[in-house]
């Protein structure tokens, strides 16, 4: 049975920091392109960041230079550490495993930027 279990989202005060985890099981991790999106109130889905299997990364323009996504192939995990948070990063955050012709999501974990 697949699972990707996302952990980490909670509030934070604007130019804050906040760690995503997922931790993922039933599927041959190391083969997968990992990423994470995120979706705000009234908005659709949206990339904000993926790791290849060979560990290459891109990110949406919007956060660049501020979160960083890694993947660990031993643990079957994939991060995001989100620095220099600003309100409109507001959203629920969904770890996305991708291949083989399969696609596979978390369940989100809130995060909310605010004073």
């Known amino acids: 049975q697949v699972q990707l279990v996302e952990s980490g989202g909670g509030l934070v005060q604007p130019g804050g920091s906040l760690r995503l985890s997922c931790a993922a099981s039933g599927f041959t991790f190391r083969t997968y392109v990992m990423s994470w999106y995120r979706q705000a109130p009234g908005k659709a889905r949206e990339l904000v960041a993926r790791?290849?299997?060979?560990?290459?990364?891109d990110y949406a323009d919007s956060v660049k230079g501020r979160f960083t996504i890694s993947r660990d192939n031993a643990k079957n995990t994939v991060n995001m550490q989100m620095n220099s948070l600003k309100p409109e990063d507001t959203a629920v955050y969904y770890c996305q495993a991708w291949g083989r012709g399969y696609t596979y999501w978390g369940q989100g974990t809130q995060v909310t930027v605010s004073s």
């Open positions: 790791t290849s299997t060979s560990g290459t990364t």
